[in-house]
């Protein structure tokens, strides 16, 4: 089935300690988005690549940041997490951008 | 401002009783709206999407309705199960370049039996 996949499901890291999630998808769509989700609340979006051309949101901070290799794979990097980066980091992809976005199940991220 | 209101914020009921939840927005220009279902741990999946021109539509038991005028939709889950619990959020997209997608907080559902 095509679908989106996010590793790893679950991932601890340490204050301040880089930490890198990923996301690959088999529908072949062009566009790739990451979401931070906080308990209780709405996904919010991080930035989002059209094909190759990265697209940062306004208010995302300077501690995230992305590469996407191929159409298939997106990377989230936190440079130096802190306490309040703890969230669900969901990834998203579409066609184009005004078509449906199918999420992937998630990645738990804990900061000790 | 775009924004989408949801309501209730949480909802309990029990196994095999229906239930309808409510989204209002005020975005514009309109797009689409899209309902998904979010269970816990998990990332969202499309129940389902409409657009300005539909009035309802249905999913299994899951009916979701849109009001264009009054800018307001529902979702209906009809005889709910366990499995029904989860959150369900509402989306509406602007028709503007860019990715544009107003999410709701969500109404949290709990189904017991």
């Known amino acids: 089935d095509a679908m989106v996949i996010q590793n790893p499901r679950y991932q601890v890291t340490q204050f301040g300690k880089p930490v890198t999630l990923s996301c690959s998808q088999t529908l072949n769509h062009n566009v790739m988005y990451w979401y931070q989700q906080k308990s209780s609340q709405a996904p919010k979006l991080l930035f989002h690549?059209?094909?190759?051309?990265?697209?940062n949101e306004a208010d995302t901070p300077d501690n995230f940041q992305s590469r996407r290799p191929n159409t298939s794979f997106c990377f989230l990097d936190i440079r130096s997490p802190g306490l309040g980066d703890a969230a669900m980091y969901l990834c998203a992809t579409s066609r184009g951008t005004v078509g449906e976005q199918f999420f992937g199940p998630g990645t738990r991220l804990t900061v000790l | 401002k775009n924004q989408v209101e949801q309501s209730p914020q949480s909802l309990i009921i029990l196994e095999g009783k229906n239930c309808t939840l409510q989204?209002?927005?005020?975005?514009?220009?309109?797009?689409?709206l899209r309902w998904y279902k979010q269970d816990t741990g998990r990332g969202p999946v499309s129940l389902t999407i409409m657009t300005f021109s539909e009035n309802t539509k249905s999913n299994g038991r899951y009916t979701a309705t849109l009001d264009a005028d009054t800018k307001q939709s529902s979702l209906h889950i009809t005889a709910s199960q366990l499995s029904d619990s989860a959150s369900y959020i509402c989306v509406v997209s602007a028709r503007q370049a860019g990715t544009a997608l107003i999410f709701g907080k969500g109404t949290t559902l709990s189904v017991s039996s």
């Open positions: 690549y059209y094909d190759k051309d990265f697209n």
């Open positions: 989204c209002n927005y005020t975005v514009s220009p309109f797009s689409n």
